[in-house]
């Protein structure tokens, strides 16, 4: 007897589309759990966005954070060869004529010339050197040892107080010791003492002889004013300018500081835009995947908490954004008075600065603070997503577990339809026999 190859051929049914009907129905549960599941992950991408819409808002604190790095002050120099200047937040504008006269130089010490550096040894073992800058010293081993080793004593000495030690070789046979100070300006000169296993001073086995003298930095500002100073960095001699000398010039060059509000404005502008680019997103997401989501509540009153609450115990003479033309709309959003802010600026810059960055109070500083823990791997928003995640998980477990089971399902209904096709089949041809049959006994009783 011929076998089934196809479902519904022994039974006449539609084996196909009974199935068919059959696992619809049990595949309802399933459907709803990815219905779920879909959610779940709109809400996911929906955080991600709101992750997305609060980081401009930290960068914008972090940038007001570090307010006296805004440029307040510019300071251009003229001849830029001659020296660079920067300002901080307590300069002023004004004109300046600037001569170098003098770079500062370090000092610097050298041996006699010896013909190696390996080998020759100095003094006797137990002998010390001292050195000594700006009244501090030190001593290392010096007895005993070659010009290498003694230059390895003195950098590797851990109370170095700034000399640094060096080996030229001027040919093969002419080795020096070369001692530098770290330091320029004559204030930092060296000194040194040889001094015997006894602690008696003796004379110098290297024959240290300066080789460069110390120098100090001077400027001559507006014709008047001699500046003298040990360093080529000079942070003094005008309040909140900071000069870069680089070269001596034989006469004045210019150097120009003024006040620019431009980066001031741009960063609070900055900071407002984010502010209200977060408004706009927290909104549009409360009418979409996150419809009644309580992160969003979360989110948007820890921020307005912040501006909201004034800084307390600042220095200066501004305390609240409002005072700076930065204020509250009826829609929630922020407004800058550009005009407020630069008088702000003009006024009390360092008042302002505190507004900002003080490192308790500072409405920048809070907020940088809230955003990052609310950001960060275990904030407010990375539970909401690890909660979120948990679920969708969840979800496609159960319906793996599901859809094996009713993969089973399925396969033993067509295996019970199988047997029913084959059953009928062969009932099927049992029939037409007997039909046969009886069509032949009928035909021969007739026949007689």
Known sequence: MPSITAPGIGSGLDVNSIVSQLMSQEQQPILALQQKQAGYTAQLSAIGQLRNAVSPLQDAANKLKDFSSLAAFTAKSADSAKFTASTDNTAAAGSFDIQVQSLAQSQKLGSAAQADKDTTTFGNVGDTLTLAVNGN????????????????????????????????????????????????????????????????AVADPLTLAQTQAAKDASILIDNTYTVTRSSNTVTDAIQGVTLNLKETSASAVNLKVAKGTAAITGAVGKFVDAYNGLQKSLTDLSNGSLSGDSTLRLVQNQIRSILNTP?????????????????????????????????????????????????????????????????????????????????????????TSMQFRLDKTEQQLRAQFAALDSLMSRLTQTSSFLTAQLSSLSSGNSGG
């Open 311 to 399: 800084p307390v115990g600042l220095s200066g003479g501004v305390s609240s954004l409002s005072e700076i033309g930065v204020s509250f709309q009826k829609d929630g959003t922020l407004k800058l008075d550009s005009g407020k802010l630069s008088d702000a600026v003009n006024n009390d810059l360092v008042g302002l600065s505190d507004l900002f960055e003080n490192d308790d109070q500072g409405y920048a500083f809070r907020l940088y603070d809230t955003v990052e823990q609310m950001l960060g791997s275990s904030g407010l928003l990375s539970a909401r997503e690890d909660g979120l995640n948990a679920r969708i998980g969840d979800a496609q477990d159960r319906v």
């Open 137 to 200: 010293s030190f001593s290392v081993a010096s007895g005993g040892k070659t010009l290498s080793e003694i230059a390895s004593a003195i950098n590797a000495a851990t109370d170095n107080v700034g000399v640094s030690a060096s080996v030229v070789q001027e040919n093969a046979n002419s080795f020096y010791l070369v001692l530098t100070s770290d330091n320029t300006g004559t204030a930092n000169t060296i000194t040194t003492v040889f001094k015997d296993s006894g602690g008696s």
